[in-house]
């Protein structure tokens, strides 16, 4: 929904379909997962920890409409703003630590954008539930998790909630117990899940980064693979036949 360090807004469209009616980000962010395959048939939770991201989630599920949309100033390069929603347009690790930019000529780009995409999207994400608080008070039903942490060292530093603050061990347990299907998202090193490569992603400078998954089906998916030998494709999974080759 809106520019923030780490989203998964570029690669949202190379993961796993939600199979399931209920999708849920235990590390929110901007939540971008949900909003690719977000849907009014769907519901969207989300839980974040970091108590000035779910404000901006508590803000324009519950409160904002259109017309604040609308009248939201425009950003001039060179002025500068304490305020968080612009700050986080600057996509950078380091925004968490700022309590106040200057505004480039990207970050002014960035905040045009968003605005459109707030005020087409804002009636589709009325309908979801945002928590603030820790991963684990996530309600404990079957779903489509969506679970995309700060990820492990260096890489997850830049978050005020960050990677030093999480056992990964506990979240790999905790996730794997899930009801329903998961999706976990990591960078390249991870071995607290039998990560998978998933995507390479060209960087700036030449530098390209992995980025890797480990997925895990739910019972749904099952039985939608079943229907797909009665009909393939029917259930719209990447999962399809069961590989007979020698
Ligand atoms: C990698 S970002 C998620 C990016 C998101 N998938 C997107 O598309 O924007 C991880 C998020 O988890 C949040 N977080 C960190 N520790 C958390 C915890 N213990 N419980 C819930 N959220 C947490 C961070 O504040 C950050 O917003």
Redesign the pocket.
């Known amino acids: 929904m809106f520019y ?6 570029q690669i ?1 469209k190379h993961y796993p379909i939600p199979n399931y009616d209920v999708i849920i ?9 949900s ?1 690719h395959h977000n849907s009014i048939a769907k519901k969207v939770i989300l ?4 108590e000035k ?1 779910a404000n901006i989630w508590k803000w324009f599920i519950h409160e904002a409409t259109e017309r604040d949309i609308q009248s939201l100033p425009d950003l001039q390069p060179g002025e500068r703003s304490t305020e968080f929603l612009h700050i986080i347009h600057a996509a950078t690790k380091m925004a968490f630590a700022f309590k106040r930019i200057k505004v480039t000529p990207v970050l002014a780009r960035n905040w045009e954008i968003s605005r459109r995409v707030f005020a087409k999207h804002l009636h589709e994400i009325k309908h979801w539930e945002i928590i603030c ?4 008070e996530a309600p404990d039903i079957e779903a489509t998790w ?1 679970i ?4 492990l060292g260096e890489p ?1 530093m830049g ?4 990677s030093a ?2 056992n990964y061990t506990e979240l790999a347990k905790w996730a794997l117990s899930r009801k329903g299907e998961i999706i976990c ?1 990591e960078g390249i090193g991870a071995n607290y899940l039998p990560f998978t490569p998933l995507i390479e992603l060209k960087g700036i400078a030449g530098k390209t980064s992995k980025e890797m998954i480990f997925y895990k089906q739910g019972s749904r998916n099952k039985q939608s693979n079943i229907l797909d030998l009665i009909e393939p494709g029917r259930s719209g999974n990447r999962l399809l036949l069961p590989d007979i080759s020698v």
């Open positions: 923030y360090y780490g989203r998964k807004k949202a980000e235990p590390f929110a962010g901007a939540a971008a997962y909003f839980i974040e920890k970091d991201v608080g820790d991963f684990t969506f995309d942490p700060p990820y997850g978050y005020r909630h960050s603050l999480i998202c």
